[in-house]
C-alpha cells in the first residue's frame, strides 16, 4: 500500500535553491507516474512538476526552467529542485502518486516559505 511522505520543506530566501523529497514508506514496487503539487493561503491547489514512469517530466509555466523534478533508481523517491526561488513559490507543497490517469495518494505536504 502507498504511503507518500514528503520531506525538505523550511525557510529559504529569494533566489535560493532548494530541494524537496517525497518517498514511498509503504515500499510499493511497483512504478508510477507521481507529481508535484502546492497551494498558497487562499488559493486552490495547483500542478507543479510531473515525472512519468519513463523518467520523463511535464512542468507548469510558471516553474519551467527553475525547478527540476526526478525520481531516482529504486523509484520509491521523488525529488523537487528548486532554483531561483521567488516569494510567490511559497505553499504547501504535495506529494501525490498517480494511478492509471488519477492521482489516487497524496503526502501531508510540507511547507516552503520564500521571504527575505
Known amino acids: 500500500q502507498v504511503q507518500l511522505v514528503e520531506s525538505g520543506g523550511g525557510l529559504v530566501q529569494p533566489g535560493d535553491s532548494h530541494r524537496l523529497r517525497c518517498t514511498d514508506v509503504?515500499?510499493?514496487?511497483?512504478?508510477?507516474?507521481m507529481g508535484w503539487f502546492r497551494q498558497a493561503p487562499g488559493k486552490e491547489r495547483e500542478f507543479v512538476a510531473l515525472?512519468?514512469?519513463?523518467?520523463?517530466?511535464k512542468y507548469a509555466d510558471s516553474v519551467k526552467g527553475r525547478f527540476t523534478a526526478n525520481r531516482d533508481g529504486a523509484k520509491n523517491t521523488v525529488y523537487l529542485q528548486m532554483n531561483s526561488l521567488k516569494s510567490e513559490d511559497t505553499a504547501v507543497y504535495y506529494c501525490?502518486?498517480?494511478?492509471?490517469?488519477?492521482?489516487?495518494?497524496w503526502g501531508q505536504g510540507t511547507q516552503v516559505t520564500v521571504s527575505s
Open positions: 515525472v512519468y514512469v519513463d523518467g520523463g517530466t
Open positions: 509503504g515500499r510499493d514496487n511497483t512504478t508510477y507516474s
Open positions: 501525490s502518486l498517480r494511478v492509471g490517469e488519477e492521482f489516487m495518494y
